[in-house]
């Protein structure tokens, strides 16, 4: 297959052989075959593979022309750490052909919505893998994005999306429960006869 023209790829390596994840793939098959789905979540604890998943399906999908993944997750989720989404606009507006800078939008809505905007002029795979950093996660703050150009981003493509949109995280996205075209999907762990495979695959013994 050709090179896909426009490629970010900023998701980090996974070990181990892939198993499994059946559903999960047929999911993320289904809606980028086009049935109506706007976002995918994928919702688990560190560890369960979630970022794996994305990686294998990403490898395994070769109709994919225009590709922006980016992890968030290497920043650090702890509270006190701030987290900045402007690396990601920096090399989502390059990439997507925007002569845009950051210092030149009024407010941090507009720069949510001119990438929607670009990402809606091509058929795009948008893949935000570890996204609590970006996420509110104190007692009583419902998980809440603290970035509110990621927040418009967000927003704008479950109104209005042709491509896909795939998150990953921790805690689900507050502002995109009960959106319609909107999946939060529960990633579980392995099934214990894909687990095993796995761990034979890592040379585990026992």
């Known amino acids: 297959a050709s090179k896909p023209k426009i490629h970010l790829d900023r998701l980090p390596t996974v070990k181990g052989e892939f ?11 289904d809606a980028w075959a086009g049935d109506g789905t706007r976002i995918i979540q994928f919702i688990a604890s560190g560890g369960t593979g979630k970022t794996k998943l994305l990686r294998h399906w990403l ?6 022309g ?9 920043q ?25 800078s950051l210092s030149s939008f009024t ?3 507009d720069k949510g919505e001119h990438l929607a905007d670009l990402l809606r002029q091509q058929r795009c795979v948008l893949v935000l893998d570890g996204l609590e950093p970006l996420q509110h996660a ?22 209005q999306n042709n491509g ?13 429960s009960d959106r319609a075209h909107v ?18 695959s890592l040379k585990a013994q026992g």
Request: aromatic share 6%; net charge neutral.
């Open 66 to 74: 225009a590709l922006i993944a980016w992890s968030f997750y290497s």
């Open 19 to 29: 198993f499994g994840r059946e559903a999960e793939l047929r999911l993320l098959d």
């Open 138 to 159: 104190g007692k009583g703050m419902r998980n809440e994005l603290k970035d509110r150009a990621v927040r418009r981003l967000l927003r704008s493509l479950a109104g």
């Open 76 to 100: 650090g989720s702890s509270e006190d750490k701030q987290v900045s989404a402007s690396p990601f606009f920096s090399h989502a507006f390059e990439k997507l052909g925007s002569t845009r």
């Open 183 to 200: 999946i939060a999907h529960d990633l579980q762990n392995l099934a214990p006869a894909d687990g095993v495979q796995l761990l034979k």
């Open 164 to 176: 896909l949109c795939i998150i990953t995280t921790r805690i689900a996205v507050h502002e995109l």
């Open 107 to 109: 407010n941090e809505e």
């Open 59 to 64: 490898d395994h999908t070769d109709n994919i």
